[in-house]
């Protein structure tokens, strides 16, 4: 199928296009979940203010923007002909966007990223290096190849919340439990992902899990999964002698439960949809979690 070609467009489709592109809501729950870390679980809690009006906390959060902004970018640009097949009323590139601006745009957002997190440390500045490649490489590689691909999303996801202990080290272990909550939930949701987009995928080549395992299989897996997750959060918690926390990840588990039992049953795209939504939700419930941790 060909790929839609850009045409003339207002200043507000360019503007929509271009936001749709970046993902602006998952980028906002990026910046509020880095905040979130810094002001609920590294504290101090009553300094909130100060907190919030910090600079190189400001820059951090920005310089993860960035990079994940730009990595939304690559990555679109790459799955175009997928997109088409899997999504196509959410194709922006070759349609709003021409390929060589977004791919400008794109490298615009890598260099400001990690030129703004040299402004805050060398070490946050080598860890953005490290992600930039792995997106790059993860759009053009590893996303098609099983398990690797959501693989390092799922490190990448987690690798948002620790990146905040590089800078305030305070409170590093509860900052470590919820960032393996971020890894596994993420990791879910990019296999249901895979479930969902099997269509478009096997028309170009993909080996993702659902492709080489099947459906059947992919949903042992993600129970497997989900078991492990649930283990090793209780495990941590008991480990810090946390009780409130132990008793929050139960509260999570009603939603959970119920994700399990909804992919037990999922069979269409549109369903897999769901569940994909849904663990989004469970980490949104996740995140605020952290009042009470």
Same mark, same amino acid.
């Given at each position: 199928?060909?790929?839609?070609?850009?045409?003339?467009?207002?200043?507000?489709?360019y503007?929509?296009?271009?936001?749709?592109?970046?993902?602006?809501?998952?980028?906002?729950?990026?910046?509020?979940?880095?905040?979130?870390?810094?002001v609920?679980?590294?504290?101090?809690?009553?300094?909130?203010?100060?907190?919030?009006?910090?600079?190189?906390?400001?820059?951090?959060?920005?310089?993860?923007?960035?990079?994940?902004?730009?990595?939304?970018?690559?990555?679109?640009?790459?799955?175009?002909?997928?997109?088409?097949?899997?999504?196509?009323?959410?194709?922006?590139?070759?349609?709003?966007?021409?390929?060589?601006?977004?791919?400008?745009?794109?490298?615009?957002?890598?260099?400001?990223?990690?030129?703004?997190?040299?402004?805050?440390?060398?070490?946050?500045?080598?860890?953005?290096?490290?992600?930039?490649?792995?997106?790059?490489?993860?759009?053009?590689?590893?996303?098609?190849?099983?398990?690797?691909?959501?693989? *390092? %999303?799922?490190? =990448?996801? !987690?690798?948002?919340?620790?990146?905040?202990?590089?800078?305030?080290?305070?409170?590093? @272990? $509860?900052?470590?439990?919820?960032?393996?909550?971020?890894?596994?939930?993420?990791?879910?949701?990019?296999?249901?992902?895979?479930?969902?987009?099997?269509?478009?995928?096997?028309?170009?080549?993909c080996?993702?899990l659902?492709?080489?395992?099947?459906?059947?299989?992919?949903?042992? *897996? %993600?129970?497997? =999964?989900? !078991?492990?997750?649930?283990?090793?959060?209780?495990?941590?918690a008991?480990?810090?002698? @946390? $009780?409130?926390?132990?008793?929050?990840?139960?509260?999570?588990?009603?939603?959970?439960?119920w994700?399990?039992?909804?992919?037990?049953?999922?069979?269409t795209?549109?369903?897999?949809?769901?569940?994909?939504?849904?663990?989004?939700?469970?980490?949104?419930?996740?995140?605020?979690?952290?009042?009470?941790?």
């Open positions: 199928m060909p790929v839609a070609r850009a045409h003339k467009f207002t200043f507000r489709q503007l929509a296009g271009f936001l749709r592109l970046i993902r602006l809501p998952n980028l906002l729950i990026l910046v509020l979940t880095q905040y979130l870390t810094r609920l679980l590294v504290g101090p809690r009553g300094e909130w203010r100060q907190i919030v009006t910090d600079p190189k906390m400001l820059i951090l959060s920005l310089t993860t923007a960035c990079i994940a902004a730009a990595g939304y970018i690559i990555n679109d640009y790459f799955d175009v002909k997928i997109d088409i097949v899997n999504k196509p009323e959410r194709v922006v590139i070759g349609r709003y966007l021409k390929r060589r601006v977004a791919m400008g745009t794109h490298q615009f957002l890598n260099v400001a990223g990690v030129l703004l997190g040299l402004l805050v440390s060398k070490w946050i500045f080598l860890i953005n290096v490290v992600c930039v490649t792995l997106l790059w490489f993860y759009s053009e590689r590893f996303k098609r190849t099983m398990l690797v691909g959501n693989l *390092v %999303v799922s490190l =990448l996801t !987690a690798l948002s919340v620790v990146i905040v202990t590089v800078v305030y080290p305070e409170n590093r @272990n $509860l900052v470590f439990i919820y960032a393996i909550f971020s890894f596994f939930i993420s990791l879910v949701r990019e296999i249901i992902k895979d479930m969902e987009d099997v269509r478009g995928d096997v028309s170009h080549g080996r993702t659902p492709i080489v395992w099947g459906l059947r299989r992919t949903k042992i *897996v %993600v129970y497997f =999964l989900v !078991a492990i997750f649930i283990t090793t959060l209780y495990l941590m008991h480990s810090l002698n @946390n $009780l409130t926390l132990a008793w929050l990840f139960t509260a999570l588990l009603l939603p959970i439960a994700l399990v039992y909804r992919l037990v049953f999922a069979d795209r549109r369903e897999f949809a769901r569940l994909s939504t849904l663990c989004k939700m469970i980490m949104l419930l996740g995140l605020a979690t952290m009042i009470w941790a």
